[in-house]
Structure formats: structure tokens, C-alpha cells
């Protein structure tokens, strides 16, 4: 493991920790900020990242405001980045690791084209849980219903999640970089076609 590109100190990492506590999380807990950082680190050993820092700060907050069905989460976690950064991590720039925040609001909605290739980076390292394991896929595919539970009806719920996989499953590609999708892309649609039809 290569060592972080950015010091945070030990009083930031323990307000972002917080945040990620609350409310009570299956999956958008620091558990997952770290799955992410796992696949940032890959990124690191193959392509690079130009903006290393700013990348693994979108990373470190792109979940820190999460409530199920909310539509802010991402607009929320944005401005608590930048609150942080202001306080914390001065040089840093502050205006990209938001447009990268913000642009996790549009997993599935996205095109390659429409990004520029470290932000298809970031994106994807997001996604990767797609691309995993089936039983690692299922735990993360179960953990997104608890989250939900409560929050949504569970026929409305399903009837929206299995549009949602039906759509990323229906892209020509899932994965926006070549990193990627060459790594992720075949293990991804094998665990989308069972999860949707196990939605039926």
C-alpha cells in the first residue's frame, strides 16, 4: 500500500468517522470508504491519478451525508467537504473534490464522454462493488435493501432497484474507464442478470 497522498489529521478523521455513523448504515458506512480506497489504490499502481489528493478526498466524504432517498446526499456531502477542507486541508482544491462528490448523484446516468478520464476513475472505484465477488455482491446487495427498510415500501423499493440494475445493465458499458472495464465488466453483468431476475 502506498501511503496517503494528503495528512489528515487525526481530529478531521474522527468528525468524518462521526458523520458516517449516523443514522445507523448497512453499507454507506466507513466500511465502504475503505473498500473504495482499496480500489483507489489500484488506480494508483495502474493509471495514476493527476489530482491524487483531491481524488482521495471525494473519496474520504462522498457518502459522509447519507439518508435513504433523500436527493441531496451528494449536494450535502459536498458542502461538509468543503467546510472540512476549509478547516483542514488548505491548498487542496476545494471546487473539485465537490464536482466529484456531486458527480456520484449521477451513477448510471453517465456517459464516458461526459467526464474526464480521473473522474471516470473515481467513479468507477465507487462502483467496483458491482464487479465483485457474488457473495460480496449479495452482502452489498442486501445491506442496500436494510438501508431502505423502513424508509421506502418494499414492493416500491424492489420495483425501483431492479429498474435501476435493468438500467446499468443495459449500458454498453458499465465501467466510464478502461481500467475498469476490462477488470470488472464481465463479473459486473453476471452479478446484474441474477440480481434482477431474483427481483422478478
Given amino acids: 500500500m502506498h501511503p496517503p497522498p494528503i495528512v489528515i489529521p487525526a481530529e478531521q478523521l474522527a468528525a468524518v468517522e462521526a458523520s458516517y455513523s449516523t443514522p445507523a448504515r448497512a453499507y454507506h458506512h466507513f466500511g465502504h470508504v475503505q473498500d473504495v ?3 483507489y489504490e ?3 499502481t495502474g493509471p ?3 489530482q491524487p489528493a483531491e481524488v482521495y478526498l471525494a473519496v474520504l466524504y462522498h457518502d459522509a ?3 435513504p432517498g433523500r436527493k441531496d446526499n ?3 456531502s459536498a458542502v461538509l467537504a468543503r467546510e472540512h477542507i476549509t478547516r483542514w486541508q488548505h491548498g487542496v482544491d476545494a471546487d473539485r473534490v ?3 462528490i456531486e458527480l456520484t448523484a449521477r451513477h448510471g446516468h453517465l456517459a464516458a464522454d461526459e467526464v474526464d478520464a480521473e473522474a471516470a476513475l473515481f467513479l468507477d472505484c465507487d462502483m467496483a462493488i458491482l464487479g465483485a465477488e ?3 455482491f449479495d452482502a452489498y446487495d442486501r445491506a442496500i435493501a436494510a438501508e431502505y427498510r423502513g424508509h421506502v415500501p418494499g414492493w416500491l423499493y424492489r420495483i425501483n432497484r431492479r429498474r435501476f440494475l435493468k438500467g446499468l445493465l443495459g449500458r454498453e458499458r458499465i465501467y466510464l474507464s478502461d481500467f475498469f472495464h476490462a477488470r470488472l465488466d464481465q463479473q459486473a453483468r453476471r452479478n446484474l442478470r441474477r440480481a434482477v ?3 422478478r
Fill in 37 to 39: 480506497l482499496h480500489h
Fill in 42 to 44: 489500484d488506480v494508483v
Fill in 48 to 50: 495514476g491519478w493527476r
Fill in 65 to 67: 451525508i447519507y439518508e
Fill in 74 to 76: 451528494e449536494a450535502q
Fill in 98 to 100: 465537490a464536482a466529484l
Fill in 134 to 136: 457474488p457473495a460480496v
Fill in 197 to 199: 431476475t431474483e427481483k
